[in-house]
């Protein structure tokens, strides 16, 4: 009876124990409930900003600069005079070769007037035939000249001409990069100044492969992407070195022919609004577009554990029990990760304690809201 009385004892205490380390195992720790939702993800491309048009001005001829007509980083107008180059030696040239024609039209006149004459000499055999072909090739020859005379003359105006260099686009001038008295126009031609038309700037950027696909599917195809849009419809945002966002937004302007081979990258040209003319080329910039993911299950990037190239989380079940999840991850968005398979919406994912539990391990689950770094989250 005493045994007996002992060995009850012993189970009740044993039960008793079991029960304690039961309740001291099951942990407090919080939850999160997987979503899904549509996101817009915005990914930065650093760019480089160029007018939307920047045209070189060089000296078409050799010569000393006499003059410089612009104020140094001004708009100019179309037309307008920017440089002037020594002239004399090209005004002496037009004048030797207007009077090259001068003497080139005398020895026409006296060929013409000799052809016109053995005419009709030669119909009455007063003349050989000899003679008149002779007069004849004596004409031909003198027309020629005088169309090369001409010829060279215009080429000599032109010349004379390119002394005077003019603005081609309304724009804003750079720095002049050449003093007055210096001599332009040499091998290799120098660029004396750039002219930008920046009313509206383009901005270039290479964009990886993988996320040129991505793009091109979001939108729905090259076409698409580069349709006309109105200013309610555009889409990019430009931010600048001091981290402020332009305050027009953009669209894509250009698309290369092909990918680099040996970047992986495709050349992405935008374009963006700059009626106040702040942007101005050379400048580097971010262009932000925004990606949508349609339906995505999302999940915090703290819940994720990694190993070895393998992604898991711990969920926690209908039994308030742990259980371990294999996850492949389609890449972040912000502070969450993007959830390809593995996971559904509606199951409670731990958020704390995730170094503290293993599979099977009851839990006291409380399901928390999670609260984004991000506001497009």
């Not at 205490?13 to 407090?28: D, F, G, I, R």
């Not at 969450?336 to 409670?348: A, D, H, R, V, Y």
Request: aromatic content about 6%; glycine content about 6%.
């Amino acid at each position: 009876m005493r045994i007996l009385l002992i060995m009850i004892l012993s189970v009740l205490l044993v039960s008793c124990t079991q029960e304690q380390q039961n309740q001291a195992s099951s942990l407090k720790l919080k939850v999160v409930e997987v979503d899904q939702k549509d996101v817009i993800e915005k990914i930065d491309f650093v760019g480089q900003v160029y007018g939307y048009q920047d045209i070189s001005i060089r000296a078409r001829v050799v010569g000393f600069l006499e003059g410089i007509h612009f104020n140094e980083g001004l708009p100019v107008k179309k037309g307008q005079l920017l440089y002037t180059i020594d002239a004399q030696p090209y005004e002496a040239e037009v004048a030797a070769k207007q009077s090259q024609l001068a003497e080139a039209k005398s020895v026409y006149a006296k060929a013409q007037s000799d052809l016109n004459r053995y005419k009709p000499l030669a119909e009455t055999n007063a003349v050989s035939q000899a003679d008149l072909d002779g007069a004849q090739v004596q004409f031909e020859a003198a027309e020629a000249q005088v169309q090369a005379a001409e010829a060279n003359l215009s080429i000599a105006k032109i010349q004379l001409g390119y002394t005077k260099v003019y603005s081609p686009i309304d724009g804003i001038i750079g720095k002049s990069q050449a003093e007055i008295g210096d001599l332009v126009g040499q091998a290799p031609l120098v660029v004396l100044n750039t002219v930008s038309k920046t009313d509206k700037i383009n901005v270039d950027f290479f964009l990886p492969e993988n996320q040129y696909l991505q793009m091109i599917n979001n939108i729905g195809g090259a076409q698409e992407l580069l349709k006309d849009r109105s200013e309610d419809e555009k889409i990019l945002e430009l931010v600048l070195a001091d981290n402020s966002v332009h305050k027009h937004l953009g669209s894509f302007n250009f698309i290369d022919r092909g990918v680099d081979r040996n970047t992986g990258t495709i050349l992405i040209q935008t374009l963006f609004p700059n009626p106040e003319l702040i942007i101005r080329p050379g400048q580097y910039a971010k262009v932000r577009i925004p990606i949508t993911h349609e339906q995505a299950i999302l999940v915090p990037q703290k819940c994720v554990k990694e190993l070895q190239g393998q992604y898991s989380v711990f969920v926690v079940n209908d039994e308030n029990k742990v259980e371990t999840k294999q996850i492949i991850s389609d890449g972040k968005v912000g502070d969450m990760w993007l959830i390809k398979e593995g996971l559904k919406p509606g199951e409670k994912v731990l958020i704390e304690g995730l170094q503290k539990v293993r599979n099977g391990m009851p839990v006291e689950a409380e399901t928390i809201e999670f609260e984004s770094q991000f506001p497009n989250l």
